[in-house]
Structures are given as C-alpha cells and as structure tokens.
C-alpha cells in the first residue's frame, strides 16, 4: 500500500515541476500566454488529483490523471509552440512519467483489491 503512496507523491512533484516550468521556461506569449496558462493548470490539476488519489482508492482518478497528461502531451502542437522546444520537452517527458506512474499505481490498486477478496 505504501508503493501506491510513494508514486503519488512524485506525481504530485511533477504537478509542482509543470508550474515551475511556466515561470522558468520559454512559452510562446509569455507568462500570459495559453502554452504557460495550459502549464500552471495541468500542474495545478496534477496536484489536486494526486492528493485526491491519496485520499481515495477509486480507479478512475487514475484514468482522469492519464487522460489530463495525454492532453498535456498533445498540446505542444495545439498551441504552437513553435520555438520554445525545451517547453514542449518537459511537457512531453512529464507526460511520459506520469503515465507511467499512473499505470503503476492502477496496477498496484489491482493486486490490493484482489488480496482484500482472498
């Protein structure tokens, strides 16, 4: 049970990298740019929905986590960000990461259910 915990922690850190990101890197627009704003509000998302994993077993935060990062993945593209690669770099490297993870702690909830019912 601990694994799932120590997974939702770094998915968590990763939600705080992704809007650290939007202050440090180059996004096109700037800070007030949609490639920035999209940043601050995936990490902001990850956060809420790991904190809300940890306090919850439900499969489908897991799903919703997946699907966020898959959007955040895709979005270098939907917003251009034309020269600002080290942007859509990290957006697709967290991307990779946290899916991951998250099929790691789907798994892991899995093997937890299927002992309780033995």
Do not use: C
Request: glycine letters at 6%.
């Amino acid at each position: 049970m601990q694994s799932r915990y120590w997974l939702n922690r770094i998915l968590g850190l990763l939600g705080a990298l992704l809007i650290l990101a939007a202050f440090m890197l180059p996004f096109p627009g700037g800070l007030s740019g949609a490639p920035a704003i999209n940043s601050l509000l995936m990490g902001v998302l990850l956060i809420v929905l790991t904190v809300l994993a940890i306090m919850s077993a439900v499969r489908w935060l897991d799903w919703l986590i997946v699907a966020l990062v898959l959007w955040l993945m895709v979005s270098p593209w939907i917003w251009d960000y034309g020269d600002a690669a080290p942007s859509a770099w990290v957006h697709a490297l967290v991307g990779i990461i946290v899916i991951a993870m998250a099929f790691a702690s789907l798994r892991l909830k899995s093997k937890v259910r299927d002992e309780l019912r033995l």
